[in-house]
RNA sequence: GCCCGGGUGGCGGAAGGGAAGACGCGAUGGCCUCAAAAGCCAUUGUCCUUCGGGGCGUGUGGGUUCGAAUCCCACCCCGGGCACCA
């Protein structure tokens, strides 16, 4: 009588036994191949959800197969601890966000060791350690130095249910936080910003280079949105004085200007407003000032258009023509120069306004004859346009602009929707910004070596609306760096974005007690040769972190020529239950924790795998891991070095059986390449319901072992070691299929006439296409289909297909 | 509105222009058992059938091809991203 497999004893043995030996520990001289492997660090949130179960089972068994492979593989793994739903929590129940924090790392980290997931646990970082702050505070400190970091008074974006300003990537499309849901309204604060967008061409033309998911990489080239065109003044009619400079991507249809529209916040609104509309125009600028972004968006829409004249022309330099000047709120400050030549013959919503407000429209490039539609902004002859008459659109614009430029009215210029990243935070619970404000020097930077600045510990939480670290005098009171008199400290924190922002480096050196991390660490490991997260982070995080990532090359902290941390990215699918995303806010969570209980942890992660394509969401169901847990017992009746359920393959089938094991691991191998890990666990089922029929061979059994190794580790490490007594399969190199032994001896050919199968047979491969000619003739099915005609046209396509047309 | 995905049995899904529905769940039947559970074996797209087999079938309509779930065009539906960025 075989051993029953008792999953629970099985599953710890394992999880201790790889502890103890360190089998996923590497050190930063460590000989093999490099292969870094990483999962996005997960916010501690209380126990793993089946997001982080998905996650960390597809980084497992990445980590496992490669090191199958010979690699020194670094899998490190860490918490993002800082965020707002601790302090939220210190509000309402008074616990301090540390011990909050914490407590839900204790649950996290006990349910990812369940999963049996491994992890180089030596190099755990967690955000809201005072070693990782003082870091990620020194890093900020060298951006402050590099002109990378600065304070502006900027309109922001403030969310009154978080307290707190968001960057624009946290404010949704309708205006609204994407954390609280309240309606984001517009503040004029001085913030902190970093500087991303001197790297806007560079992340733009790098994403070329990056083995991303493709609509990973178009979401972030729209985020960026490069945009070519031509900046040029307008001179402001009887005010010599003053010009308004436009930026347009058009410079081809100037001739078709009939106005020109400033931004309501735009610096010359007074200068161009004439005494007779000044009434009108400041009631409208009020209006638009005081709306939140939904409001003013609501107005979306071609009749909509709200807009004010101004009293001042502006001339058009390409024919001297005066326009009248208006201010709308379709035209914002924030891109550009604020200001833009409105030509309603190829924009739309110059059109909707200009048909709004009785202004002409004049086309200045022909549309096709059957054009039903309003603005044309298709490409065309130019037409009404002077000099430009009969060019197409690219040769227009390129004129256009030289003619410009010779004149010296304006220049070829560059555009991009990416704004620089506001990183401070009125919060508590976030890495606090080491600067100081000093009467006399202003703006001064911590020493580093005073490096941490802590937030300290007893703080009242109050909802106030600002952080608590603003009433805290010892806190707030310090003196100057410089001149050792009285000087305050600033109270914002960090975007905790910030913390993400660099993890993966410190990951690489993570004891390095002098600095963030050494270039030589970081050359050794870094880039990260896969990394595996929600496709949530596809703009923010992922953005930040190539920003950091070549910010640090430049400023001497990471190796020059690392310009892109992630080489590799896979984005895994959400988690559905009943159509609606899985998730703690949703409450409809079905938490791994029963499934370690009863089925076990491998059962667990091989119906992750088996559910569906990795990339692709997919919906809970509690009834489909039935059947790999099934399976786990079958794999085990099968396997155990005692268990006599299934017998020994007859001499006579042998060979066959295991050249079926070869022709297995080919497939297998294959499909671990290619992420299919759900037709990867369908050929070991079926392989296993084979032997079941065919009888078992050694290398049959062993062959399906090592493939399912990193998918199902616990059950198959035991499985090993009860048949190779003193051995570890995870340490067992992956295995190869002999090319010869994995060719079939015949295979089926299919006859088709006129494409519908008729009849199958038996043949060599090595079979040619006279002779599948000659097979497909005699067959009796054939014949009766064919009724005595002869085929018009034979397709032979060898050896497994042959099709007459008749 | 624009840009990406995706629509295949009762369900999750497979099929890299060449056998549609692998594998699994569920369901049905059999073996084992005093009985049940577990296990093992078989059947399971649909309609017709004289049980040999035959017709139909991958959102809808067209097309390309000897051959289309797969490629092309149009449309419908679902999911996601962007959305006054000049």
Redesign the pocket.
């Known amino acids: 009588m075989a051993a029953a497999y008792d999953i629970q004893a099985v599953e710890k043995k394992w999880q201790d036994y790889w502890v103890e030996r360190g089998t996923y520990q590497v050190d930063n001289d460590d000989p093999r191949p490099k292969f870094y492997c990483l999962c996005m660090y997960p916010y501690p949130s209380g126990p793993a959800h089946q997001g982080h179960v998905r996650n960390y089972t597809f980084g497992d068994l990445i980590v496992r197969h490669r090191t199958m492979h010979g690699y020194g593989v670094l899998t490190p793994m860490g918490f993002d601890s800082f965020g707002l739903p601790a302090e939220n929590a210190a509000l309402k129940t008074g616990v301090h966000p540390r011990s909050f924090t914490d407590e839900r790392i204790a649950e996290l980290k006990a349910s990812i060791l369940r999963l049996g997931s491994q992890y180089d646990w030596r190099r755990e970082v967690r955000s809201h350690d005072p070693e990782y702050i003082k870091w990620s505070q020194r890093i900020f400190l060298r951006l402050l130095d590099a002109g990378l970091a600065y304070r502006k008074k900027a309109p922001v974006n403030w969310c009154p249910g978080c307290q707190t300003v968001l960057a624009n990537e946290q404010v949704?499309?309708?205006g609204t936080c994407e954390r609280s849901g309240d309606v984001v309204v517009k503040r004029d604060l001085e913030q902190w910003f970093l500087k991303i967008t001197a790297y806007a061409e560079e992340l733009l033309a790098d994403l070329d280079q990056l083995d991303w998911p493709?609509?990973v990489k178009?979401?972030q080239r729209?985020?960026i949105?490069r945009?070519e065109?031509a900046e040029f003044d307008l001179e402001v009619q009887g005010r010599p004085d003053v010009k308004l400079r436009v930026?347009?991507?058009?410079p081809d249809t100037t001739f078709g200007m009939t106005y020109a529209v400033v931004?309501p916040e735009h610096p010359l609104v007074d200068e161009l407003t004439t005494p007779d509309r000044r009434d009108e125009v400041r009631a409208f600028v009020d209006r638009v000032t005081l709306e939140t972004e939904v409001e003013?968006?609501t107005?979306?829409g071609s009749l909509e258009?709200?807009g004010v004249f101004t009293g001042s022309s502006v001339v058009n330099p390409f024919n001297s023509q005066p326009v009248p000047v208006y201010l709308a709120?379709?035209?914002?400050?924030?891109?550009?120069?604020?200001?833009?030549?409105a030509?309603p013959g190829e924009?739309q919503?110059?059109w909707d306004f200009a048909k709004t407000h009785g202004l002409p429209i004049i086309r200045t490039v022909e549309p096709p004859d059957d054009w039903e539609g309003e603005a044309y902004t298709g490409d065309g002859p130019a037409i009404n346009s002077e000099w430009l008459n009969g060019l197409d659109k690219e040769r227009a614009i390129r004129k256009a602009i030289e003619w410009l430029e010779e004149k010296g009215i304006g220049v070829r210029t560059v555009?991009y929707?990416l704004r620089d990243w506001l990183v401070s935070r009125q919060r508590f619970w976030g890495c606090p910004i080491p600067v100081v404000y000093c009467p006399d020097h202003g703006v001064v930077p911590v020493p580093e070596d005073q490096l941490p600045v802590l937030a300290p510990d007893d703080v009242e939480f109050r909802p106030t609306g600002e952080s608590p670290l603003r009433f805290h005098e010892g806190f707030l009171n310090t003196t100057c760096p410089i001149d050792g008199e009285p000087a305050l400290r600033e109270t914002d924190t960090m975007d905790t974005f910030v913390d993400s922002s660099w993890y993966f480096l410190r990951f690489t050196d993570a004891w390095n007690e002098d600095m963030p991390f050494s270039k030589e660490a970081a050359s050794k490991w870094m880039p990260v040769d896969q990394y595996i997260g929600g496709?949530?982070h596809?703009?923010l995080h992922l953005m930040y972190a190539r920003f950091f990532t070549k910010a640090l090359a430049d400023l001497d902290i990471a190796p020059k020529e690392l310009r892109e941390p992630f080489s590799r990215l896979f984005t895994q699918g959400m988690i559905r239950l009943g159509?609606t995303?899985m998730s703690k806010s949703k409450g409809n969570l079905i938490t791994p924790q029963q499934f370690f209980d009863t089925v076990g942890a491998d059962a667990l992660r091989l119906h992750h795998l088996?559910?569906?394509?990795p990339a692709?969401?997919?919906?809970w169901?509690d009834?489909?891991i039935?059947?790999?847990s099934?399976?786990m017992?079958?794999l085990w009746?099968l396997a155990d070095a005692e268990s006599d359920?299934v017998p020994i393959a007859a001499e006579s089938v042998e060979v066959e059986v295991n050249r079926a094991a070869h022709r297995l691991i080919a497939r297998v191998s294959?499909?671990y390449e290619?992420w299919?890990y759900?037709?990867a666990?369908?050929a070991c089922?079926?392989f296993?319901?084979y032997l079941?029929?065919q009888g078992k061979t050694e290398f049959a059994v062993d062959s399906l072992l090592l493939l399912m190794a990193p998918m199902t580790p616990h059950i198959t490490a035991e499985l090993w070691e009860r048949r190779h007594p003193g051995e570890h399969i995870h340490e067992q190199r992956w295995p190869e299929a002999d090319v010869t032994m994995a060719a079939e001896e015949t295979?089926?050919m299919?006859i088709?006439v006129?494409?519908?199968?008729?009849d199958?047979l038996n043949v060599k491969p090595s079979i040619d296409e006279a002779e599948m000619e000659k097979l497909a003739l005699e067959s009796p099915?054939v014949r009766e289909v064919l009724d005595g005609s002869n085929p018009k046209?034979v397709?032979a396509?060898p050896p497994?297909?042959v099709?007459l047309?008749v």
């Open positions: 949704l499309a309708d493709e609509r178009t979401m729209n985020w949105g945009s065109g930026f347009t991507t058009r931004a003013r968006q107005t979306e258009k709200r709120d379709y035209v914002l400050m924030g891109y550009g120069t604020g200001a833009i030549m030509v924009d919503r110059d555009n929707r496709i949530e596809a703009i159509g995303k088996f559910m569906g394509p692709d969401d997919v919906d169901t009834a489909g039935k059947g790999t099934n399976f017992q079958r009746r359920a294959d499909e290619r299919s759900n037709t666990v369908a089922m079926e296993t319901n079941y029929k295979v089926v299919i088709q006129n494409g519908k199968l008729r199958r099915k046209r397709i396509k497994r297909l099709n047309v």
